[in-house]
């Protein structure tokens, strides 16, 4: 079992909060990722990061910011919630496994509702 | 990053083998070929992956010719909880830092 986790699971909030979706690996990666999905609909890479100090934007324009202080720990922050960002977001990590880093261990999600 | 093609849906009946195949004409040298299954709910999970040729592991096979402009998931006789959305995914070479697309995928439906 992979051990990444995700915290809230589920999140109800009203519009103009600031949020923060955790996000955790015990694994020792280097590489973490945020991905945005809609129910039915294909994963968006949002935010990446090739380890501590360093954050990508990823191909799908968010307005959330993320961070990494520490290998372990890559925080997906909004300052102000809007309905348009309802979704579900999954973190995922991975390391170099031969020349590849494709195996990504993914999260269980936490599903963002902004009223 | 390479596009990829696939099936949007595909359906099955319990026991018999299932392959999905997915088109990617403009893979790299350096690409690898990986394939991830997701259940409504929950994050993808890593299933196989593979350069050329062919790729066996407990859950599946994966099947890559020559060119390497296609490749075939199989899954060997499947059951009610094969049920999800296979994404075929190229890319994620060490030097991209593992970045990888995810197309839309095949939802699988697998009836008894």
């Known amino acids: 079992e992979a051990d990444i986790y995700q915290t809230p699971r589920y999140l109800v909030i009203g519009t103009g909060k600031k949020i923060t979706l955790e996000c955790s690996q015990t694994m020792g990666h280097d590489k973490m990722y945020w991905y945005q999905q809609d129910p039915g609909m294909e994963l968006h890479l949002i935010h990446y990061?090739?380890?501590?100090?360093?954050?990508e934007k990823g191909d799908l324009s968010s307005e959330s910011t993320v961070s990494r202080i520490r290998t372990e720990h890559f925080p997906l922050t909004l300052e102000s919630a809007r309905p348009s960002h309802t979704s579900q977001y999954l973190c995922?990590?991975?390391?170099?496994?031969?020349?590849?880093?494709?195996?990504?261990?993914f999260g269980p999600g936490t599903r963002l509702t902004v009223l | 990053l390479a596009k990829t093609t696939q099936p949007i849906s595909m359906d099955s009946y319990e026991g018999q083998e299932v392959n999905i195949t997915c088109s990617h004409n403009?893979?790299?040298?350096?690409?690898?070929i990986t394939w991830y299954q997701q259940f409504p709910s929950q994050g993808p999970r890593f299933i196989i992956q593979?350069?050329?040729t062919k790729v066996t592991n407990e859950v599946a096979s994966l099947f890559i010719p020559a060119d390497r402009k296609s490749s075939t998931l199989s899954l060997p006789r499947v059951s009610l909880s094969d049920t999800a959305v296979y994404y075929c995914l190229v890319g994620g070479e060490y030097n991209q830092g593992g970045k990888l697309i995810f197309g839309q995928g095949t939802e699988l439906s697998v009836k008894p």
């Open positions: 990061s090739y380890g501590v100090n360093s954050t």
């Open positions: 593979g350069y050329k």
């Open positions: 403009n893979i790299a040298t350096n690409d690898y």
């Open positions: 995922a990590s991975s390391t170099k496994t031969g020349q590849s880093y494709n195996e990504q261990f």
